[in-house]
């Protein structure tokens, strides 16, 4: 009889994934969470796997075999309660991936503040094409893939998050993966809900540097906080990779928006990538996929031959559709730098079209202030901006945006989505940006420029 596993938090992006592995290595497995919608539970319900709405206690009777908790769970949440009274087996996701699924496979961890999804899924689409049935995780759905995760039988790329594993495990998730190809795409402060500044944040990067073997390899940006990190001590041979001239990996635009470029390898060797991504950002993921694909026995040729038909992911400034001649996207964005630099490469895409940003302040780290003074800057690229501002924010972005023309302050959904509609007009291409579901106003934008 198969292990039945409950997985609490099931609809997160990495623990959704986690369900579709365990499931595919034969596990019975269920899940609860209290936000169940679309594409997780569409994905999870097309495998098998049921979901309960809610933490009712219920839902783990009878007792499963293993309960693996969700990071976003803690102590006093009712189903958390009931494992630790009944005496359950639980774990970490990020731990049940590592023991269960990574040992004996060549890992393959892409970390860093920004990029993390699109740089794994940029290298797992490299290893697909060929022919090495690569196994991943990712936060997120790669076009021309089913899901955000697989078994796969070759090599395992993970989208390695620094977020804490669990309410009894505060170590980043990351450190349970034991990569030998380990990608350091930037570093910047994030994640100021549980960081008190940058250096605790560089010092789980140190502890993940910490185990890569020295037969592996650490592919790292330019930049002073890895800079720091990788002089705290590094036991494995280190590639830099750098947008400009003083890296062992490097890129040459050859157009204003990267949609054309160079990838000159250490050696001097080069290959171009002509492909329908925009933006220096999406080079600079290009470059570490290429990097790291290198590394793990692809020729640089073949590597940026892949990236030629890459796609991109989904909600990383997806086209969901043009309706009467108005571009929607959905993107990801949740960091200053990455809403910056997304805007910056839609622009230089556009042209003179009006850029409209519809940005959800929802971040933990948004809503408690810490990057406000550089919020708004990054927006500059857009003609109009729309926030949307919860309740119970630490801070105001009605006062922060009163003396600026173009920016208009919501709290509600509804009333963000009228004024807009009565803003648009042909040609406008529209960014919604948040890392939640925004209420359905994707959904809702759709059917109002339809109709």
């Known amino acids: 009889m198969s292990k039945r596993v409950h997985i609490l938090g099931i609809c997160g992006t990495f623990m959704g994934g986690v369900a579709l592995l365990a499931r595919e290595l034969g596990y019975e497995v269920t899940g609860s969470d209290a936000n169940v919608y679309p594409p997780m539970s569409t994905m999870l319900d097309t495998a098998g796997i049921a979901v309960k709405e809610g933490y009712s206690s219920q839902h783990l009777e009878p007792a499963p075999d293993l309960v693996v908790i969700g990071n976003a769970l803690s102590r006093g949440n009712e189903a958390v309660e009931y494992v630790l009274d009944h005496q359950i087996p639980y774990v970490s996701g990020p731990q049940w991936l590592g023991e269960n699924l990574l040992q004996g496979r060549h890992v393959a961890a892409i970390s860093g503040t920004h990029g993390k999804t699109t740089t794994s899924s940029m290298l797992t ?6 022919g090495q049935n690569p196994g991943f995780l990712i936060g997120g759905v790669p076009f021309g893939f089913e899901g955000s995760a697989r078994l796969g039988g070759g090599p395992f790329v993970v989208e390695a998050d620094e977020y804490d594993s669990a309410f009894f495990d505060k170590r980043s998730k990351f450190v349970h993966y034991k990569p030998q190809t380990l990608v350091i795409n930037n ?32 592919i790292a940006s330019k930049g002073e906080a890895i800079d720091q990190v990788l002089h705290r001590g590094c036991w494995t041979p280190i590639s830099r990779i750098d947008t400009g001239v003083t890296g062992d990996w490097m890129i040459r635009g050859l157009d204003d928006h990267f949609g054309r470029f160079q990838i000159i390898a250490p050696t001097g060797d080069h290959a171009e990538i002509n492909w329908g991504l925009i933006g220096r950002h999406n080079a600079e993921n290009a470059l570490a996929a290429v990097a790291a694909a290198n590394d793990m026995g692809l020729s640089l040729n073949a590597a940026c031959a892949a990236l030629c038909q890459f796609e991109g992911v989904k909600r990383r400034l997806e086209l969901l559709g043009s309706p009467n001649g108005i571009a929607l996207y959905d993107d990801f964005a ?3 730098t990455a809403v910056k630099t997304t805007l910056e490469g839609l622009r230089h895409a556009s042209g003179e079209q009006r850029i409209i940003a519809v940005i959800e302040v929802r971040s933990n780290t948004m809503k408690r202030g810490v990057h406000k003074q550089e919020l708004i800057p990054a927006t500059q690229q857009a003609d109009l901006v729309f926030w949307c501002e919860p309740t119970g924010l630490d801070w105001s972005m009605t006062e922060a945006t009163s003396e600026l023309d173009g920016h208009f302050v919501f709290r509600d959904t509804n009333q963000l989505h009228d004024t807009l509609m009565q803003q648009l007009c042909r040609g406008d291409q529209v960014v919604i940006m948040s890392n939640g579901s925004f209420s359905g106003l994707h959904r809702q934008l759709l059917q109002s420029l339809s109709s």
């Open 334 to 336: 949740h960091h200053p």
């Open 187 to 218: 570093l910047e402060f994030d994640h100021a809900d549980i960081f008190t500044d940058l250096n605790a944040i560089q010092t789980q990067f140190h502890h993940l540097v910490r185990c890569v073997p020295s037969s592996g390899h650490v």
């Open 125 to 130: 689409w490299i290893l697909e094409c060929e």
